[in-house]
């Protein structure tokens, strides 16, 4: 596809507004199921232990899977044995198995997407149930030995496979889903003074900003600690966010971390943030990025 032809497709998807009741109701009730499964299972499914979204990851299983079957399939059309054909129905089964792990963890950062975002997750989730559908008809005909059936509707999924995956490289490549959004500046490399002492009260967050990097200040008695303000997942500001000891919650989606490590506490977000270290000289705090 050209870059034109697939830069009309993108604007033609997020001028579907017709679509924005069905998003938002089938978002609420995402997020309804999420909240009862509890943050743990959110997480989980979001990949904070992994520290890279865990979506992308198992997408690999039913792409490969049901690339396999139908690399498979040709061969057993065109001079395979009885063993290509058993393969090639495991893996149409394998795929239908790891799909459904893979969209809940799809559906898990999709709840916190909005506007073009959500659009285009929306339409990738659509097509992946139009593809797991194909696919569950593709099993079953293989199973009650209508095999031609079975084929034609693999091809027919993985056609729609491609498709979809072409909106889900859109949603990281062109709506930044999934990338970490507090490195979009270059942090300060040397010790550059970002606010004066006086203006750190004990226990209070502060934002401040050198070269149009965000970051954030929290003092606690004689120590100072400093992380990236532009939280990882969206790029909220965490200085507006609720401080909760040593931790702090993005007021956009909720994601939280400590001030002290930068590490992940709760998703959605899964990157890190930038820490820096930090110093007092002549009045004025100083800061620059702490080298892992």
């Not at 050198?210 to 992380?227: D, K, V």
Request: proline residues 4%.
């Amino acid at each position: 596809m050209s870059n034109s032809a697939a830069e009309r497709l993108t604007e033609l998807i997020e001028h579907q507004n017709w679509l924005e009741p069905a998003e938002r109701s089938v978002q609420s009730a995402v997020s309804k199921v999420f909240e009862s499964a509890g943050r743990g299972v959110t997480d989980v499914l979001n990949g904070v232990w992994l520290g890279h979204p865990l979506h992308p990851v198992l997408t690999d299983l039913p792409i490969g899977a049901w690339t396999t079957a139908l690399v498979l399939d040709l061969a057993s059309m065109y001079g395979g044995g009885r063993r290509h054909r058993e393969v090639a129905d495991a893996a149409v089964g394998l795929g239908l198995v790891s799909a459904l792990a893979t969209a809940a963890a799809g559906l898990a950062d999709w709840k916190d997407t909005q506007g073009k975002d959500r659009r285009a997750g929306f339409v990738h989730a659509a097509l992946n149930t139009v593809v797991v559908g194909l696919y569950t008809g593709s099993f079953f005909a293989r199973r009650n030995r209508a095999r031609a059936l079975g084929q034609a509707l693999g091809v027919a999924g993985w056609t729609v496979l491609l498709a979809s995956a072409w909106v889900g490289g859109e949603l990281v490549y062109r709506y930044r889903d999934g990338v970490d959004q507090s490195n979009q500046l270059e942090p300060p490399e040397k010790w550059t003074p970002v606010l004066a002492e006086a203006d750190l009260p004990d226990g209070q967050m502060r934002r401040a900003e050198t070269g149009g990097t965000r970051i954030l200040l929290l003092r606690r008695t004689n120590r100072i600690f400093a992380i990236s303000d532009t939280c990882s997942h969206r790029g909220g500001p965490l200085s507006e966010g609720r401080l909760d000891g040593d931790c702090v919650e993005c007021p956009w989606h909720g994601s939280v971390f400590d001030i002290a490590t930068g590490d992940v506490i709760h998703g959605p977000a899964v990157h890190s943030q930038p820490r820096y270290e930090v110093r007092v000289k002549d009045g004025q705090i100083e800061v620059k990025l702490a080298r892992a």
